[in-house]
């Protein structure tokens, strides 16, 4: 009550209202510094749009709310990682018994997970408990644009590829969070490497996500570390994707695992 009503958040409003999606925020903690965070903001004159959880709830606490939504909405989807939490795979210690405790009651619903893939080992376990879907952020495919703005701590970018492939290999169904920036993302190097990426690791999804960063900062960051040509335009890149890869689905949310199927490069 308190996150849709004080905080205005769409997705606790869409639970309170019983319709799609539902939040389960969980982890306090996070193994990323990300440039554009936008829960905690440490030595840094930009500020946080939103507080990060300070406590993590029971397994039972979980599926609790899960069950609840999962009960009384059609093709509901349920998802940890919210922008009030760090990463849930910092949590898993409470997320995968309480992904067994949903599961026991209940086949219906999506169990959804926003992540970035960091831990592929931890990710495993969540796949076995039953987690249906996952939501890997990234702002970029390669390595050195990745690290610029992710910052990661004790993690490396082949270990978000490691988690991407593992999930596809068992048949979750796996979407990327691209954050993305009009003047990089559409840049020939980027776009490139984007095609790229999609033969070697064919995912089912893109959310093409605005990212929530001052673009002239971003792309002084992203100068650092890589050379953009001239953009050749966010249209022309999405028109290049759909002629060459016309089995990948592109929006903005999680889909339902009713529509799996058809959201599938499979």
């Not at 069950?67 to 009030?84: D, M, N, Y």
């Not at 490497?193 to 690791?201: G, M, N, R, V």
Request: charged residues 25%.
């Amino acid at each position: 009550e308190n996150c849709a009503l004080k905080y205005g958040c769409p997705a606790a409003k869409n639970y309170f209202l019983g319709r799609y999606e539902a939040p389960l925020p969980t982890s306090k903690n996070c193994n990323a510094r990300c440039i554009g965070c936008i829960s905690l903001q440490k030595e840094t004159e930009i500020k946080n749009s939103q507080e990060r959880i300070s406590f993590t709830p029971s397994p039972e606490e979980i599926a609790e709310i899960a069950l609840e939504h999962i009960g009384k909405v059609k093709r509901s989807v349920v998802s940890f990682g919210q922008g009030c939490e760090g990463d849930p795979l910092l949590a898993a210690h409470v997320i995968e018994p309480a992904i067994r405790l949903i599961r026991s009651k209940t086949d219906r619903g999506t169990i959804n997970m926003n992540t970035n893939g960091s831990l592929p080992e931890t990710m495993e376990k969540l796949f076995d408990a039953g987690l249906d879907s996952i939501r890997i952020s990234m702002n970029s495919v390669r390595k050195e644009c990745y690290d610029a703005y992710f910052r990661p701590k004790g993690y490396l970018f082949s270990d978000v590829m490691k988690s991407m492939d593992r999930a596809l290999s068992r048949y979750v169904f796996v979407s990327i969070n691209y954050l993305n920036c009009p003047g990089f993302t559409d840049s020939p190097e980027e776009s490139d490497a984007l095609y790229a990426f999609l033969k070697e690791h064919p995912v089912n999804f893109i959310q093409w996500r605005n990212l929530n960063f001052d673009p002239l900062r971003y792309l002084k960051a992203m100068s650092k570390v890589t050379g953009m040509s001239a953009p050749v335009g966010i249209d022309k890149v999405l028109c290049r994707l759909e002629r060459d890869f016309p089995k990948l689905n592109h929006g903005y949310f999680n889909p339902p695992k009713e529509k799996f199927k058809r959201s599938s490069q499979e």
